[in-house]
């Protein structure tokens, strides 16, 4: 079938669409839904210079590992330009994480070519940010794989291939640009490589014995979906977790809540901003930390009724559906989600294109205008009351 799109929509919407669902060409429909013209990747490519389009292109038509060596460097440019397009932060989230999810598949087919076919079922989990679809231009593997529960006899050596399949994707993941994860949360270790069963008892010792690790964890696997394999298997695992969590996790939603009230927006007593005193951040605050909080609010009250999605916008969303969020606490925190992952992609443009730096997550307040400063304290202030409002919930469920 022919996809559309609305005629009012932003140019980089419809890239992501032809990039997601690799199409050249796009009808363009008016409100009533009635087609009203064409458009074509090439008329996009021309309108946006620099594309994603060709970048995925080379991606898809890569021969060999080494094709896409440094891939993720070539993001920058693209997304400065976007940025200064006026593109809007989650479909600059969504396009990054398309390309990284490009990079994953082919390179998975890579893997597969080389060492054989697995030898069952499996699924390659992406985590934390990727899984959320937020990923950013400083980024690390947060990766897993899953696998049909082998015969007795076999268990060893299906992990073995895993193990070696695991090995070879995350290293050329890192050749490709993003970098192992510090935790080593990633496919080629053997605690996260595990089939079925093993992944069930994870979740249940999480959720029963909600100690600090646990709790950790759980904030980075309960934002799994699965990148490339069997989707019944990541989708039994999803329904396994909201099994557990109907029955008594009173206990992990505290744990979960207290963790999250750990963290505090960078807002001191008098309004004034809490930035770091002394090193190479002085005079700084962590954006990716300020963010936290909202993205911790979206997942626990997506936990506790049930939500699918992983995405924190699309969590909001779904909870302001389903009338756990009244339209003005759901539109306040869209705006400061927006508002804080537009400062930390503009903030990492920053650093890599005109500092010639990593990309980096601090930011100074007193070079930013006073509009923004006073944003940002308005942020801060509000995201100190939906955490007031949290605690308060999940007090009542202890």
Known sequence: PLLSIPQDAPALEAILMMVQKNIKHLAVTEAAGKIVGMTSNRRLLMLQGLSPVMLMREIRYAQRPEDLFGKQKELAPIVKELVQGGARSDHLNRMITAVADGVLKKL???????IGEPPTQFAFMILGSEGRKEQTLKTDQDNAIIYKNPPKSREKEVQDYFLKFGEKVCGWLNSAGYNYCNGNIMAQNPKWCQPVSVWKNYFYQWIQTPEPMAVMHSTIFFDFEGAYGDASLTRDLRNYLFDLLKKRAGMFYFHLVSNSLQIKPPLGFFRN?????????????DVKKAMTPIVDFARIYALEHKIEATNTLDRLEVLHQKNVLKIKEYSELEQAYRFLMQARLV???QAITEENAAPSNYINPEKLTQIEQRMLKEIFSLVQDYQEKMSVHFRGMM
């Open 347 to 349: 903030r990492q443009v």
């Open 273 to 285: 901003f809490v930035v770091e005193s002394k090193g190479d951040h002085k005079d700084m605050f």
């Open 108 to 114: 998975i087919q890579f893997a597969i070519d080389e």
